[in-house]
T-cell receptor
Framework: NAGVTQTPKFRVLKTGQSMTLLCAQD?????MYWYRQDPGMGLRLIHYSVGEGTTAKGEVPDGYNVSRLKKQNFLLGLESAAPSQTSVYFC?????????????FGPGTRLLVL | AQSVTQLDSQVPVFEEAPVELRCNYSSSVSVYLFWYVQYPNQGLQLLLKYLSGSTLVKGINGFEAEFNKSQTSFHLRKPSVHISDTAEYFC??????????FGSGTRLLVRP
């Protein structure tokens, strides 16, 4: 049981390039989330999904797109990377329903945009 | 909108001393509260959570937290810290859509 995995672990991009971050979970969780972590700001929610085929905006969605074509995968895309998107990105997942509120986090993807 | 405040950005403490990390939240509805820990270059790991019931919640690694509704606080405590507790600690509140709102984090630095 791998839990939540993220690919890649580290990436350097040039301004204007595009890339996709992959999150996968093997716990059959309904809910999945993408956060970014910046120094002194904690984690901020970018987008989230409450089930296969559904996505919704979080607190800081601009410049990002997401897709949830399969229940176990949640993709985060940057169409045209900007230096302001330099950050550490975390994916998380959880079940739905009372008593199932714990979110499980992946190890993170460190992204540097030059 | 809900928010979480962690007033202390860094807390230095000597090994075997007690520690309290402060967390205050703003919410007008029932809340679910969490403490997560992040060790260097790792993801977040759940320490403990409050959903309902007893206001004193015990978690992993000897940590505990007390939910205080009147003071809208959820402070994290440990009676005796170890070097291995050096990490960043995040308090979070969950809204009705299962979204987490995080505080800015407190870096606990345990010195020998």
């Amino acid at each position: 049981n791998a839990g939540v995995t993220q690919t890649p672990k580290f990436r350097v991009l040039k301004t204007g390039q595009s890339m996709t971050l992959l999150c996968a979970q093997d716990m059959n969780h309904e809910y999945m989330y993408w956060y970014r972590q910046d120094p002194g700001m904690g984690l901020r929610l970018i987008h989230y999904s409450v089930g296969e085929g559904t996505t919704a905006k979080g607190e800081v969605p601009d410049g990002y797109n997401v897709s949830r074509l399969k229940k176990q995968n949640f993709l985060l895309g940057l169409e045209s990377a900007a230096p302001s998107q330099t950050s550490v990105y975390f994916c998380a997942s959880c079940r739905s329903g009372a008593g199932q509120e714990t979110q499980y986090f992946g190890p993170g993807t460190r992204l540097l945009v030059l | 909108a809900q928010s979480v405040t962690q007033l202390d950005s860094q807390v230095p403490v000597f090994e075997e001393a007690p520690v309290e990390l402060r967390c205050n939240y703003s919410s007008s509805v029932s809340v679910y509260l969490f403490w997560y820990v992040q060790y260097p270059n790792q993801g977040l790991q759940l320490l403990l959570k409050y959903l309902s019931g007893s206001t004193l919640v015990k978690g992993i690694n000897g940590f505990e937290a007390e939910f205080n509704k009147s003071q809208t606080s959820f402070h994290l405590r440990k009676p005796s810290v170890h070097i291995s507790d050096t990490a960043e600690y995040f308090c979070a509140v969950m809204d009705s859509s299962y979204k987490l709102i995080f505080g800015s984090g407190t870096r606990l630095l345990v010195r020998p």
